[in-house]
């Protein structure tokens, strides 16, 4: 799922900068499972900026909501009155949620409270991790189900390079957490499924005219379009 | 924020002479108890006959686990001084893991007041058993004198309630108090 993390108080309090009525706006689809975007989570950035405008002495109207999905007209029109009201919307959806929200009530002021950061898979409760990139050219049917693009540091298409050490990519976190080398999981799992003769099949260029690089993409089923 | 900035800041609040603490200062401090230990601490320390200062108003809850962090910062936006929460000692909670959980959502709290520039020491997670009659009036004791050095919270406004806002903000979550008179209609009393 989309996963996105807060942006720091600071940023967020300079973004609204001195408009009078805030709505503070959630969504409750992916920012809420990964626990940074959702209801709760708005009513809390509401309470901080209300605590921060008394703090500073200054008169500002804040609410806060949720729409089940900011990425769907039809739940917008749910939240269209509260919208309505207010000079600036904060919201916490994914970078697709705030757009929606910015080009159904344009020309609203719309302004993201999140960085949006990743597709990741709920690791254990409360960690994720980044599984897919959204490149357009699935491969993993060739890589055991281990995604080359994201898992490797280098996204390499003919694995493991020469950083792999004890199953560790020579790579590590921010936090300096060790990354799994990717193409050492996909040489363990081809052998356990006994394919191991994918890994030594070359792989040509990737089709990267599919990925974000040739401008937005579009997608439009024909067969299942309003007639 | 820029790292001279930073450096600046430190500078000045190490030049800023200590805030002196007001002896008229009655902080309003919100205590969430939990029903299984604190809530019964303090029913020890009154039967034994313990003193605590009276600035505390308690929120009784069935598990500090039950606490969120929109509870807290609710109490603290009515204009709370401070807030604790007192759950079992770890280990020994009724429900596994609730008092855990609520000393990592204090912990939240903490970062969420820094962002905001206010005292993270305002809020803080306790422990104890419903046989510590005297920690907990050691624990209220200390928590108000903390409270009293750091001064009222910068968003205390007058007529506020803060304890029935506090407990407003946890509805349903909280517990009824066990102090609250009873209501028992003539004759139906067994």
């Given amino acids: ?227 | 924020m820029a790292a001279t900035d930073a450096v600046a800041t430190a500078e000045a609040e190490a030049e800023a002479p200590k805030k002196a603490v007001d002896p008229d200062f009655e902080p309003e401090v919100i205590t969430f108890a939990c029903h299984y230990c604190a809530y019964a601490a303090a029913d020890l320390a009154g039967s034994m006959r313990l003193q605590y200062p009276t600035n505390i108003r308690m929120i009784k809850l069935p598990c500090t686990g039950k606490l969120e962090v929109i509870h807290i910062m609710k109490a603290i936006q009515a204009g709370a001084d401070g807030v604790y929460a007192a759950g079992c000692l770890e280990g020994e909670c009724h429900y596994l893991k609730g008092n855990l959980w609520a000393r990592k959502r204090i912990n939240h709290v903490k970062t969420l007041l820094e962002e905001l520039g206010i005292e993270p020491e305002r809020v803080e997670m306790y422990n104890m058993s419903s046989a510590m009659g005297a920690k907990f009036a050691e624990v209220a004791t200390g928590f108000v004198n903390r409270i009293k050095e750091l001064g009222p919270n910068p968003v205390k406004r007058e007529g506020v309630d803060v304890h029935a806002a506090a407990r407003a903000a946890v509805g349903d979550v909280a517990m009824p108090d066990d102090a609250a008179p009873a209501t028992v209609k003539e004759g139906t009393a067994e």
């Fill in chain 1, 1 to 227: 799922m989309i996963t996105a993390e807060r942006k720091p108080f600071d940023e967020i309090v300079a973004l609204v900068g001195d408009r009078k009525k805030v709505l503070v706006a959630g969504c409750d689809t992916c920012v809420a499972i990964c626990l940074t975007g959702g209801e709760k989570e708005a009513e809390v950035l509401a309470s901080e900026l209300k605590i921060k405008a008394e703090m500073d002495g200054r008169d500002v109207a804040i609410e806060h909501t949720a729409a089940i999905r900011q990425c769907e007209w039809e739940y917008l029109d749910m939240i269209a009155a509260k919208v309505e009201e207010a000079d600036v919307v904060l919201s916490m959806a994914c970078g697709i949620g705030i757009q929606s929200m910015a080009e159904k009530f344009a020309p609203k002021v719309v302004i993201p409270a999140v960085n949006t950061n990743m597709l990741g898979m709920p690791q254990e409760h409360a960690v994720w991790l980044e599984r897919c990139g959204a490149c357009g050219d699935c491969v993993i049917g060739e890589t055991a189900g281990i995604c080359p693009v994201v898992r490797c540091s280098k996204s390499l298409m003919n694995g493991p390079c020469g950083g792999s050490h004890d199953g560790f990519c020579e790579v590590t976190t921010p936090e300096k957490e060790n990354i799994d080398c990717a193409w050492h999981m996909i040489w363990d799992r081809l052998k356990e499924q006994g394919r191991e003769e994918l890994m030594i099949k070359v792989r040509p260029p990737k089709k990267w005219n599919m990925s974000n690089s040739g401008g937005p993409r579009k997608m439009v089923r024909e067969e299942a379009k309003p007639v």
